[in-house]
């Protein structure tokens, strides 16, 4: 799986009173971003994440004894993780992050909508 993006992580880890999520979510990137991780569905992620839970569009991880809460957004078919937020677990308790991560809006589709172009006049030789 891609991460995108590690530096909401990093920036997670260096708030102040949070330090101590640095090696729970080093250990979550490094394990989901190895070459052999590959999910493909919601029983993928549960089958190795057994306290993930499901928000709407989110899949939410508990990390560091539950300490903290990791807010992401999976999108398998190009097998990408969208860090969204991270969190303490009162600051989730408080649902505010629902809204800000939009994790019950559609999610994002590709434009099917092709755009014209004009046709490119051949010149004639001699022209």
């Known amino acids: 799986m891609r991460i ?16 101590d999520s640095e090696g729970p979510l080093r ?3 490094t394990h989901v971003s190895h070459k052999s ?6 029983s993928d992620v549960k089958a ?22 990791l807010v992401t957004r999976i999108l398998y078919p190009s097998q990408k993780i969208f860090v ?3 969190m ?18 559609a999610p994002p589709t590709k434009s099917t909508k092709k755009t014209k172009t004009a046709p490119v006049k051949q010149k004639k030789r001699g022209e």
Do not use: M, Q
């Not at 991780?37 to 919601?42: K, M």
């Open 48 to 69: 190795e994440y057994g306290s993930a839970s499901l928000v709407g569009n989110c899949a939410v991880f508990n990390i560091g004894g539950n300490k903290y809460r």
């Open 4 to 19: 995108i993006s590690k530096t909401r992580l990093r920036d997670f880890w260096v708030t102040p009173n949070c330090e």
């Open 84 to 86: 969204l937020r991270c």
């Open 37 to 42: 991780v590959a999910w493909h569905s919601w």
């Open 88 to 105: 303490t677990h009162a600051e989730y308790d408080e649902d505010k992050w629902k809204a800000d991560c939009g994790c019950y809006d």
């Open 27 to 29: 250990a979550w990137h």
